[in-house]
């Protein structure tokens, strides 16, 4: 029987990775294989991190539209209703409409991920994610040719979203991809954490993870999805766009206008841990690199 979204996913719901690979081998031919290994090697990358616990995770967050402090987002998120939830998808598809999260999700592969989350604050987390692949999702929807970004849209509700009442950024808060960004298997649309249902604070009940990128282009408590030809506004890059390019992949080489991005705190490693150096692609270089051969990652940060 189909599964559906009852907003308890539990551990038994997520698929063993190896499951996962061996469905991805199934696809056959070059494509598989190479889908394959490039997440082989990010999860040996991944296996060798230590997630953080659940109070960190769901207490030290960044979701403006709940306030602007670090523990504003566990205070108020909670007023967030996140059932009934749906998702437009539009654009450049084959399948354009708005479709319910639990259709959504009764047809994708549910599987845990444990990826390593740099933030552009420069720290950083472990997060064990329960998700699904975006590009399962684009390829329910059809994507048409010429289409070249996917743009992404969180729900905008100022009674529930309070911080959303005042305009320290232009709401509804946005973000965008290159779509071979999108389709790259290690793009997570999260549902979950520790196979809990993912909590309000944390981006309920649907958000982005792609993990060798800065923390905010990880969008949360997405409402609509568009597939355009044209680059698509990102809400930090409008805001403050000396700072904040389109492509914000984890880079140590490039600097912040205002700090470094050469070293990360780990957040839970205790008030005198040593700063880490930070990797370039946040660790998922040899998964990723070829994504951008031959762009001058100064120019396009
Ligand atoms: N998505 C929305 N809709 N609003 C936000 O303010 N903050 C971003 C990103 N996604 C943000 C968002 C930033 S700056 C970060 S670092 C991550 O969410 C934080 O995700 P986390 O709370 O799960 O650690």
């Known amino acids: 029987m189909a599964k559906r979204w009852t ?3 539990t551990h038994a719901d997520v698929t063993p990775h190896r499951a996962y690979l061996n469905r991805r081998q199934l696809i056959g031919g070059l494509a598989g294989a190479g889908l394959a290994s490039a997440l082989g090697t990010s999860t040996q990358a991944a296996s060798n991190l230590k997630p953080n616990d659940w109070e960190t995770i769901t207490s030290y967050n960044n979701f403006y539209e709940f306030g ?3 523990d504003d987002p566990r205070k108020h998120a909670h007023r967030l209703t996140t059932d009934p939830w749906s998702i437009r998808i539009d654009g450049m598809v084959e399948k354009p409409g708005d479709y319910a999260l639990g259709d959504i999700l009764s047809k994708m592969t549910i599987e845990e991920r444990i990826y390593r989350f740099r933030c ?3 720290w950083s987390m472990v997060v064990p994610w329960n998700g699904f692949e975006l590009a399962d999702l684009l390829q329910m929807a059809g994507v048409k040719e010429g289409a070249k970004y996917v743009a992404f849209e969180t729900l905008v509700r100022p009674e529930e979203m309070i911080g959303q009442q005042y305009p320290v950024l232009k709401w509804p808060y946005v973000e965008g991809l290159r779509l071979d960004e999108a389709m790259h298997p290690l793009t997570l649309m999260a ?3 520790y ?3 993912i909590p309000n604070q ?3 009940p649907i958000r982005l993870v792609v993990p060798w990128k800065y923390g905010f282009k990880s969008i949360k408590s997405i409402v609509r999805i568009t597939l355009t030809d044209k680059e698509p506004p990102t809400s930090w890059n409008t805001a403050i766009g000396s700072e904040y390019g389109f492509y914000s992949n984890v880079n140590p080489t490039v600097d912040h206008p205002r700090w470094s991005q050469a070293t990360e705190r780990t957040i839970g490693g205790g008030l005198f841990a040593k700063r880490q150096p930070t990797l370039m692609f946040n660790g998922y270089e ?3 690199a070829s ?3 031959g762009m001058d990652l100064r120019r396009n940060y």
């Open 191 to 193: 549902t979950g954490i």
């Open 120 to 122: 552009v604050e420069a």
């Open 68 to 70: 602007t402090g670090k």
């Open 7 to 9: 907003n308890d996913l």
């Open 291 to 293: 994504l951008y051969e």
């Open 195 to 197: 196979g809990k249902p």
């Open 202 to 204: 944390n981006g309920a």
């Open 286 to 288: 040899s998964d990723v």
